[in-house]
């Protein structure tokens, strides 16, 4: 069986940018991807410099072909079950029974949404209901804004919303909140409705209004929804033994090495949500500090 330098699960930015670095490198590398990324419900993207205001699949596309020009680089459409390590190589078994091995692998896997159940919520998400306010706040400035959440971020959440808009109305959909966090909201002429949402009401993916229990509808043109992002893709097998931090993600250098030698964690899979640049900037880490190692064990066995 063909001996990859390193596997890397997952095209997204992360993962698609490590590889970039390792074709350069002249690593052989294969990318393992199921093709389902986070962003794409979303109509464009954000903040990346020359990227901003760009189709999420063109991104993508862009990437993709970019890599080609790279010989050492091979991608598949699959799906990885399970990770093993047996003495310094990784064993990844995927959804269609391949096995592929390697000496490193990078895990830039993701997170899946999973939004609340409100009738209607689906049909706005990606269009004019979002998860940040960075990637999507300056297109919705000023307008009458809802944010569905609640919890112990509801007031700093809410406050970091109100920078684009002082009309935000905070629907918890029928979660109480702390009465220091409403009132809170409240002294900064911010609406807390509590009642259960009904339903998002919408037409052609923009939010029109929200109506709920025993109140009129509610107009808001767009929104912001906290917490959709906690589920990891591709939870990694606990057999492998890698620590977890007191957050929860996976314990890292600073370039997404985890406590497993070669096996490296970037991007949304380990942190909530890094965002398309900073996702692309791991990658790009994690493909320098795998290509250091390479080059070390090479320079080593030589004699
Ligand atoms: C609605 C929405 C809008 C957003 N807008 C912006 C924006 O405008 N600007 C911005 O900077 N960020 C935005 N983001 C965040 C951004 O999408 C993520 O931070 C970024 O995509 C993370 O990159 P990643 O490479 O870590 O993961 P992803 O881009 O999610 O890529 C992970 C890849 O791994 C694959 N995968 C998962 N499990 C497996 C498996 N077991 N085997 C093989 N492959 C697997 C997935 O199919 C996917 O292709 C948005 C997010 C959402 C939800």
Not at 35 to 40: A, D, I, K, L, Q
Not at 255 to 271: C, F, M
Request: include cysteine; proline fraction near 3%.
């Amino acid at each position: 069986m063909k001996i990859w330098d390193v596997i890397v699960i997952g095209g997204g930015p992360a993962g698609l940018n490590a590889a970039l670095v390792l074709g350069r490198s002249l690593r052989k590398t294969v990318i393992i991807d199921a093709e389902t990324p986070r962003n794409n419900v979303t109509l464009f993207s954000h903040g990346f410099l020359t990227r901003d205001g760009e189709k999420p699949q063109r991104f993508r596309n862009i990437a993709v072909a970019q890599l080609k020009k790279y010989k050492t680089i091979a991608k598949t459409k699959d799906i990885v079950k399970t990770i093993t390590k047996q003495n310094d190589l990784f064993f990844i078994e995927t959804k269609s029974n391949h096995i592929f091995q390697s000496k490193k692998v990078i895990v830039a896997t993701g997170r899946v949404e999973e939004l609340p159940d409100i009738k209607g919520l689906q049909d706005v998400f990606g269009t004019s209901v979002f998860v940040c306010p960075y990637c999507d706040g300056w297109e919705h400035k000023d307008e009458p804004l809802a944010v569905f959440g609640s919890g112990k971020t509801i007031v700093h959440f809410t406050s970091l919303i109100s920078n684009w808009s002082r009309d935000v109305v905070v629907f918890t959909n029928g979660e109480t909140l702390k009465r220091a966090d409403k009132q809170e909201l409240i002294d900064h002429h911010i609406k807390v409705v509590e009642s259960p949402i009904l339903e998002c009401q919408s037409k052609e993916g923009k939010l029109q209004s929200i109506r709920v229990e025993q109140k009129e509808s509610i107009c808001r043109t767009a929104g912001f929804i906290m917490g959709t992002g906690k589920k990891e893709s591709f939870p990694l097998p606990e057999s492998l033994g890698i620590k977890r931090n007191e957050r929860g993600e996976y314990e890292t250098d600073a370039h997404g090495e985890t406590t497993v030698e070669g096996l490296y964690v970037i991007g949304d899979a380990k942190h909530s949500f890094t965002g398309l640049v900073c996702a692309a900037g791991e990658g790009y880490e994690a493909g320098v500090k795998i290509n250091q190692a390479l080059v070390n064990e090479q320079w080593a066995s030589i004699k």
